[in-house]
């Protein structure tokens, strides 16, 4: 019932910048949170930053100060702007959304299917 595609992923110097985005579509009422996960070779997935419909957000120690997650409401859609990239940023970035669906009340979870960002020294 909803679709999430993620685009701006790529190959980028250290240093660099990326902006990562994310829109949902489908049968939905409303989106109640927005997250950025990522997974790299060899390591568990991790929460990057979230968003709530009311605007609160919340981000890895890892990436405090660096990244910046923002929403467009009339677009259904999620931003993550990435500055100042390292290499251990490399990772494949998932999109994951809460939603209400029609004619329930309860959220569910959707995922993207993943975008890769590759940051070379």
């Known amino acids: 019932q909803v679709q999430l595609v993620e685009s701006g992923g790529g190959l980028v110097q250290a240093g660099g910048s990326l902006r990562l985005s994310c829109t949902a579509s489908g049968s939905f009422s409303r989106i109640n949170v927005m997250r950025w996960y990522r997974q790299a070779p060899g390591k568990q997935r991790e929460l990057v930053a979230d968003?709530?419909?009311?605007?609160?957000?919340n981000y890895a120690d890892s990436v405090k100060g660096r990244f910046t997650i923002s929403g467009d409401n009339a677009k259904n859609t999620v931003y993550l702007q990435m500055n100042s990239l390292k290499p251990e940023d490399t990772a494949v970035y998932y999109c994951n959304v809460d939603v209400t669906r029609l004619f329930t009340t309860t959220s569910f979870r959707y995922w993207g299917q993943g975008t890769q960002v590759t940051v070379s020294s």
């Open positions: 968003i709530t419909s009311s605007g609160s957000t």
